[in-house]
């Protein structure tokens, strides 16, 4: 899909509650506010209008940690992919492009998002964590003056010449140099979901040093740090998120 064409795919969203699946959502504009202050936050309560919640399990755990993904997709998709019934691989919140903030479940409870070989064990990590989940296609692959997705070779993104849609590297990461760019409102509304998140669990608005923001870290180092990281840190292959067109910068 061309990132031109990103806005009108996430307004049909939004208009019709229906994913990539077909499955129907009950959408509602809510706010809550952010423990100690006098603000609040704006979000998307989302479910599944059937009432499913086999993809998560109504289980509560301390959560010491929130950790930072990319989708590797379009929001319709982004939300099929984390809905899927029994599959129990999902995250609480997804960030639209245009700054929406859904909510899938109670961010209390717990599902799968780390994945097979995450360091420190998928399940210990997952139930401890809170995760997010940024709507963005990841990198790109180059194909003379465009720029595609890694699920089709026709599948254009952008041209070489939109440098407002992705970031190009000096030097490879993890492979690759072309990344789709963040939008601004996704920014400023993860920065509103990290004030909630932080003061309603008690975790630290903490970063890793920038040194090994993007390195995989050990099991001592991950099950001690608490604050906020993101896939990469778990996993050694298979993963560039939330990968080096994120800029850390802006959520300060």
Known sequence: MKATSIPKHERTFFETGRDSDGKEFVLKNMSVPIKGTTNTMSYVNCKPKNNDSSFYYQEKNKKTQIVLHYTAGYLKGDVAALSRPNYHVSTPFIIARNG????????????????????????????????????????????????????????????????????????????????????????????????????????????????????????????????IVSHVNYRTSGKWDIGPAFDWNNIY
């Open 100 to 227: 929406s903030i859904l909510n899938l479940w109670s961010s209390a409870y717990w599902s799968y998002h780390l994945g097979s070989g995450a360091v420190g064990g998928n399940t210990k990590g997952s139930k401890r964590t809170i995760a997010i989940e940024i709507s963005n296609i990841g990198f790109l692959k180059r194909i003379d003056d465009k720029l595609v997705t890694v699920y089709n070779d026709n599948d254009v993104y952008c041209t070489l010449n939109d440098t407002q849609f992705y970031t190009k590297l000096d030097s490879p990461y993890r492979g690759e140099m072309y990344y789709a760019n963040f939008t601004k409102k996704q920014y400023a509304s993860l920065c509103i979901l990290l004030d909630y998140l932080t003061a309603q669990y008690n975790i630290p608005r903490e970063f890793l040093p920038e040194e090994k923001r993007f390195e995989t870290l050990s099991k001592n180092e991950l099950t001690n740090f608490r604050g």
